[in-house]
């Protein structure tokens, strides 16, 4: 008698258990199915243009700005300071320090850019202020009389005007944006080069009508050092 007593109880309990775990089963198939969200980046802009998306509340002030016709800069001196297309515009102008660098000088100027009564004219903008080492790059006019010509096969410039590829449609990028990442800098406000000025810098998404020339060179990512001794 107990044992049957004891195969009917164990019958019970493992008849108790199925509908639990039935049950359980049966409530959890009616959920929605659980699908995890990642974490939203933080950097959700093209990353070979942010300094345009960063930079955009200035964009408006560059659209409603009057041109100021007495001290417009061209596409001559804009290339005429620079040793090759391409290449880091040189200093202009005589520097406060030698060694002056970032927001204690030339920032003050480069960042937001403004006329200089100074120098009667206004100071172009710097497309990556985030690097502050500015004379690793950029160095000053030492002479303009001492040098002689060479033999060194100068890059042309990009030509204005004729880079789009109909009559009327958006011209395309001739450069690589590496170091560009603001393209507002050259192209919108009073410091640009008027032959590149555009009429609408308040469209700060440049590259969905704009695309590069060359996927190649303007993929090239920004170099980043790293440290492989282990002591320092």
Same mark, same amino acid.
């Given at each position: 008698?107990?044992?049957?007593? !004891? /195969?009917?109880?164990?019958?019970?309990?493992?008849? /108790?258990?199925?509908?639990?775990?039935?049950?359980?089963? &049966?409530?959890?198939?009616?959920?929605?199915? %659980?699908?995890?969200?990642?974490? $939203?980046? @933080?950097?959700? =802009?093209?990353?070979?243009?942010?300094?345009?998306?960063?930079?955009?509340?200035?964009?408006?002030? %560059?659209?409603?700005? #009057?041109?100021?016709?007495?001290? @417009?800069?061209?596409?001559?001196? &804009? &290339?005429?300071?620079?040793? %090759?297309?391409?290449? #880091?515009?040189?200093?202009?102008?005589? =520097?406060?320090?030698?060694?002056?660098? !970032? *927001?204690?000088?030339?920032? @003050?100027?480069?960042?937001?850019? *403004?006329?200089?009564?100074?120098?009667?004219? %206004?100071?172009?903008?710097?497309?990556?202020?985030?690097?502050?080492?500015?004379?690793?790059?950029?160095?000053?006019?030492?002479?303009?009389?001492?040098?002689? $010509?060479?033999?060194?096969?100068?890059?042309?410039?990009?030509?204005?005007?004729?880079?789009?590829?109909?009559?009327?449609?958006?011209?395309?990028?001739?450069?690589?944006?590496?170091?560009?990442?603001?393209?507002?800098?050259?192209?919108?406000?009073?410091?640009?080069?008027? $032959?590149?000025?555009?009429?609408?810098?308040?469209?700060?998404?440049?590259?969905?009508?704009? =695309?590069?020339?060359?996927?190649? =060179?303007?993929?090239?990512?920004?170099?980043?050092?790293?440290?492989?001794? $282990?002591?320092?």
């Amino acid at each position: 008698m107990k044992k049957r007593l !004891g /195969i009917i109880s164990l019958f019970i309990i493992l008849f /108790i258990a199925f509908i639990f775990i039935w049950n359980y089963s &049966y409530k959890t198939g009616l959920k929605k199915a %659980y699908i995890p969200i990642q974490k $939203e980046r @933080q950097n959700i =802009v093209i990353p070979s243009e942010n300094g345009v998306f960063l930079r955009s509340e200035f964009a408006l002030d %560059y659209m409603n700005m #009057p041109v100021d016709e007495n001290h @417009q800069r061209s596409i001559k001196t &804009y &290339y005429d300071n620079r040793a %090759y297309s391409g290449a #880091p515009p040189s200093i202009p102008h005589l =520097v406060k320090e030698e060694m002056s660098m !970032g *927001g204690n000088t030339c920032l @003050q100027c480069h960042q937001n850019g *403004g006329f200089v009564s100074k120098f009667e004219a %206004y100071a172009p903008v710097t497309p990556h202020p985030e690097m502050i080492n500015c004379r690793q790059c950029h160095v000053a006019q030492m002479t303009e009389t001492i040098f002689k $010509e060479t033999n060194f096969l100068k890059v042309t410039a990009p030509l204005v005007g004729i880079n789009n590829a109909l009559p009327g449609s958006p011209p395309v990028i001739p450069h690589q944006l590496q170091m560009r990442e603001n393209c507002l800098s050259c192209h919108a406000g009073p410091a640009a080069p008027k $032959e590149i000025r555009v009429t609408h810098p308040e469209r700060i998404n440049c590259r969905q009508c704009h =695309v590069p020339s060359d996927q190649i =060179v303007s993929d090239i990512e920004a170099f980043t050092r790293v440290n492989t001794n $282990e002591n320092e």
